[in-house]
């Protein structure tokens, strides 16, 4: 879920996943949004999105209000894609993805490798993508971050005051750039686009697939618009009730439980990986390592790593067999003389990092504003949480972010999913899935034991029993009698 260094968001957040590091928007251009004022009545002007895509895939541009509240004030461009069903007998409606974030451009997901939607679900539903409001081609927000302004920083007692005025600009330079949007770019405003696009559709419901934050996306859907919601999947699920701060706090638990299990793997395989015979060798090893990278960086594979960025990538260590490859290559470069081969980082594009924060800082008023508060959580979840902790509850821009237009959303509905969720998950954790199914009581859960990564439909290599599953209820509309187990096949991983 992108870079490493980036703040800790939802995937497609940090960290590569396999839903999550999916393609930017297509740049398509535009003859003009349609100038009608209800943004539900729309006639969309279809055109071919790129030269170098399929003449089938068609994207357009809606025009919504910035403020639902006065549909006749400021507007925005919501960038859509089409990719008809394939058959006209068997089409059912359409079906809208989204690939996470919040933050993620959707434009090119219809066509996008990554997301192997079976043919049969293509043969019934026209698929939609969205870039949500902010985001990619859909009235982009930036705030002109720097790369330090966009990256994560762990709690330390003498770059507090630092990281303090760090967050507060970016808190000012958001509210510079885009002031006036900044309280409207929030997930119950995105759930109103998505039923724009219904409208602008000409379709009665929605089915939806959402990944990661997606899931919180999808499930604002259902609570907003019950009666238009058809058949939803949620994959990778976050806890409804505990965005966003709490969120990240969860994910600094789960990779404690995760780093003990890898440090059990890993020391039955010291004669591969050299790393400790026993899990407090393991352990001993790790934190050596970490030690050794804070006093003198390590270049491995084009890159640079300090021991806070090790930490930062402690998502890896979720996959046992690839964390336990990419630690013992740490450790070999630590003791090698290889020159630093990073070069000079480029300046990346702040649209993810500014739409996240937006969205996160206005979606939910339980962000602390006193920098103490931020300090003395962020000394207590290092204690509690040594691998994670210090970032997950260090300051944000929220800190410093005014209040959004709306409550937050409860979620509480019989409204029908399906759930899908690996048992080791770093970002959204096995509890969040729970949780989501608590709350969505017309659910049912599908968890895949001993499942590594943070997604788990449709991926290359991925769990055939869990996309089955899935592709069973999108195509008959039939969710299972009761909650249901897929197992990892014996020998992957």
């Given at each position: 879920m992108r870079n490493t260094r980036t703040a800790p968001l939802l995937a497609v957040g940090i960290a590569a996943a396999s839903l999550s590091a999916l393609t930017p928007a297509t740049a398509f251009a535009t003859?003009?949004?349609?100038?009608?004022?209800?943004?539900?009545r729309q006639e969309l002007k279809w055109q071919r999105c790129d030269a170098n895509s399929p003449d089938t895939f068609q994207c357009a541009t809606l025009e919504v209000p910035l403020d639902y509240s006065d549909p006749g004030g400021k507007k925005l461009d919501i960038a859509i894609s089409r990719l008809k069903a394939s058959s006209e007998k068997e089409r059912r409606g359409i079906l809208l993805l989204n690939p996470g974030g919040p933050?993620?451009?959707?434009?090119?997901?219809?066509?996008?490798?990554?997301?192997?939607?079976?043919?049969?679900?293509?043969?019934?539903?026209?698929?939609?993508?969205?870039?949500?409001?902010?985001?990619?081609?859909?009235?982009?927000?930036?705030?002109?971050?720097?790369?330090?302004?966009?990256?994560?920083?762990?709690?330390?007692?003498?770059?507090?005051?630092?990281?303090?005025?760090?967050?507060?600009?970016?808190?000012?330079?958001?509210?510079?750039?885009?002031?006036?949007?900044?309280?409207?770019?929030?997930?119950?405003?995105?759930?109103?686009?998505m039923d724009a696009i219904r409208a602008a559709l000409g379709e009665k419901k929605i089915s939806y697939l959402g990944i990661s934050y997606g899931t919180y996306l999808g499930a604002v859907y259902t609570q907003m618009?019950?009666?238009?919601?058809?058949?939803?999947?949620?994959?990778?699920?976050?806890?409804?009730?505990?965005?966003?701060?709490?969120?990240?706090?969860?994910?600094?638990?789960?990779?404690?439980?995760?780093?003990?299990?890898w440090t059990e793997w890993t020391a039955e395989r010291h004669k591969t990986y050299e790393l400790g015979k026993t899990p407090a060798e393991v352990r001993k090893?790790?934190?050596?390592?970490?030690?050794?990278?804070?006093?003198?960086?390590?270049?491995?594979?084009?890159?640079?790593?300090?021991?806070?960025?090790?930490?930062?990538?402690?998502?890896?260590?979720?996959?046992?067999?690839?964390g336990a490859e990419w630690i013992a290559g740490l450790k070999n470069a630590a003791g090698s003389k290889s020159p630093d081969s990073s070069g000079t980082p480029e300046e990346a594009d702040d649209n993810y990092a500014s739409s996240a924060w937006a969205v996160m800082c206005a979606d939910t008023r339980t962000w602390p504003h006193g920098p103490e508060q931020y300090r003395r959580d962020a000394i207590r979840d290092k204690a509690r949480y040594p691998l994670y902790g210090d970032f997950a509850s260090g300051i944000t821009p929220c800190a410093f972010w005014k209040p959004g237009s709306e409550q937050q959303t409860t979620i509480d509905n019989k409204v029908g999913a399906l759930i899908t969720q690996n048992e080791w998950d770093p970002q959204t954790p096995l509890p969040a899935g729970r949780a989501m199914?608590?709350?969505?009581?017309?659910?049912?859960?599908?968890?895949?034991?001993?499942?590594?990564?943070?997604?788990?439909?449709?991926?290359?290599?991925?769990?055939?029993?869990?996309?089955?599953?899935?592709?069973?209820?999108?195509?008959?509309?039939?969710?299972?009698?009761?909650?249901?187990?897929?197992?990892?096949?014996?020998?992957?991983g």
């Amino acid at each position: 879920m992108r870079n490493t260094r980036t703040a800790p968001l939802l995937a497609v957040g940090i960290a590569a996943a396999s839903l999550s590091a999916l393609t930017p928007a297509t740049a398509f251009a535009t003859s003009g949004s349609s100038a009608t004022r209800n943004p539900l009545r729309q006639e969309l002007k279809w055109q071919r999105c790129d030269a170098n895509s399929p003449d089938t895939f068609q994207c357009a541009t809606l025009e919504v209000p910035l403020d639902y509240s006065d549909p006749g004030g400021k507007k925005l461009d919501i960038a859509i894609s089409r990719l008809k069903a394939s058959s006209e007998k068997e089409r059912r409606g359409i079906l809208l993805l989204n690939p996470g974030g919040p933050g993620g451009p959707g434009l090119d997901l219809p066509v996008d490798p990554g997301l192997r939607i079976p043919g049969e679900v293509r043969r019934q539903y026209d698929l939609v993508g969205f870039d949500p409001r902010g985001v990619g081609r859909s009235s982009p927000v930036t705030c002109g971050l720097t790369a330090d302004e966009q990256s994560e920083h762990p709690y330390k007692d003498g770059t507090f005051a630092k990281d303090v005025e760090r967050a507060r600009t970016v808190a000012e330079k958001c509210r510079a750039e885009a002031g006036d949007r900044l309280p409207h770019l929030t997930t119950r405003n995105s759930a109103r686009d998505m039923d724009a696009i219904r409208a602008a559709l000409g379709e009665k419901k929605i089915s939806y697939l959402g990944i990661s934050y997606g899931t919180y996306l999808g499930a604002v859907y259902t609570q907003m618009f019950p009666q238009r919601a058809d058949r939803f999947v949620l994959d990778s699920a976050t806890d409804p009730a505990r965005v966003w701060r709490g969120m990240l706090q969860d994910q600094a638990k789960a990779a404690e439980r995760a780093f003990t299990r890898w440090t059990e793997w890993t020391a039955e395989r010291h004669k591969t990986y050299e790393l400790g015979k026993t899990p407090a060798e393991v352990r001993k090893t790790f934190w050596n390592l970490i030690a050794q990278a804070n006093r003198e960086p390590v270049p491995f594979e084009g890159a640079t790593f300090t021991g806070d960025d090790i930490r930062a990538n402690s998502r890896a260590l979720f996959h046992v067999r690839k964390g336990a490859e990419w630690i013992a290559g740490l450790k070999n470069a630590a003791g090698s003389k290889s020159p630093d081969s990073s070069g000079t980082p480029e300046e990346a594009d702040d649209n993810y990092a500014s739409s996240a924060w937006a969205v996160m800082c206005a979606d939910t008023r339980t962000w602390p504003h006193g920098p103490e508060q931020y300090r003395r959580d962020a000394i207590r979840d290092k204690a509690r949480y040594p691998l994670y902790g210090d970032f997950a509850s260090g300051i944000t821009p929220c800190a410093f972010w005014k209040p959004g237009s709306e409550q937050q959303t409860t979620i509480d509905n019989k409204v029908g999913a399906l759930i899908t969720q690996n048992e080791w998950d770093p970002q959204t954790p096995l509890p969040a899935g729970r949780a989501m199914h608590r709350a969505l009581r017309g659910s049912r859960m599908l968890t895949v034991a001993g499942g590594e990564g943070h997604g788990v439909l449709y991926a290359p290599g991925g769990n055939s029993c869990a996309d089955e599953a899935a592709t069973a209820y999108l195509t008959t509309g039939r969710l299972p009698d009761k909650d249901v187990t897929c197992r990892v096949p014996a020998g992957s991983g």
